[in-house]
């Protein structure tokens, strides 16, 4: 089941063309990797994917949705995470938990149930009622990407999530991200660990706004004869011409 339809969906920003002519779907269940150089146009296309940019030309619906007449039934319906914001630091771990609960119009007895997994899942009793500010970067990032899906969306985007934490935290993190596939969550995630590409069922690459390659990661490092995503990566954005 397709829950991402984009057909040459377009983005321009006067004469620039940020996103050209992209075409993909993604399936239920299914962790999308959404990868890209800086400046290569992969924020601008989640952008538009999240409701939050109208497009130019071209076509896509997000959870049976329509990016140009229901951007706001898209929003309700999906989960979003990036590096740069996702929790309020000045609020308690306990109070982010109930403040997106009413953002995603969890009702009392659901709010209660999915805050209790939470606190549960990452043993937070002690850190419940902290800061988030007082909360490692690890730490943060894992009640993120959990406070992001509280509300079963039909999709979570993830936006960099991992940046800046170590190797064994990153691990950790898409334990939580294949626990959600599992559960029928479809992942969209852009990284720029190339290692992570590894753990995606496909992944796209995109070059100076456009698709240049989409495939599961084994089948891409066949097609380049390269060992690793790395290689991929860089013989396909060694020839971008833009970048930020």
Not at 47 to 56: H, M, Q, R, Y
Not at 121 to 127: A, K, P, Q, S, Y
Not at 183 to 194: C, E, K, L, R, S
Not at 226 to 242: I, N, P, S
């Amino acid at each position: 089941m397709k829950v991402i339809s984009v057909d040459k969906l377009t983005k321009t920003f006067g004469s620039f063309t940020a996103v050209d002519h992209i075409s993909f779907d993604v399936n239920q269940g299914e962790i999308f990797g959404f990868l890209g150089a800086n400046g290569a146009g992969k924020t601008t296309a989640m952008k538009v994917l999240c409701g939050l940019l109208s497009p130019t030309s071209g076509s896509a619906t997000v959870a049976g949705y329509d990016v140009y007449r229901q951007p706001n039934k898209i929003k309700q319906n999906i989960g979003y995470m990036s590096q740069k914001f996702s929790l309020y630091e000045d609020l308690t771990v306990l109070e982010n938990m109930n403040f997106y609960g009413g953002v995603y119009n969890l009702n009392n007895e659901q709010l209660n149930t999915q805050r209790e997994q939470l606190i549960n899942r990452l043993d937070l009793h002690n850190e419940a009622k902290k800061r988030v500010s007082e909360l490692p970067l690890g730490w943060k990032q894992k009640v993120a990407f959990l406070v992001a899906i509280m509300h079963h969306p039909k999709i979570v985007f993830l936006d960099e999530p991992t940046g800046g934490v170590d190797p064994i935290t990153r691990r950790q993190f898409w334990d939580l991200i294949y626990e959600a596939a599992a559960n029928d969550i479809t992942v969209f995630v852009t990284t720029h660990y190339m290692d992570e590409a590894e753990y995606c069922n496909r992944v796209s690459i995109m070059v100076d706004g456009r698709i240049d390659a989409l495939d599961a990661p084994a089948s891409l490092k066949t097609k380049f004869s390269a060992d690793t995503m790395d290689e991929v990566f860089y013989r396909l954005a060694r020839g971008a011409k833009r970048g930020e």
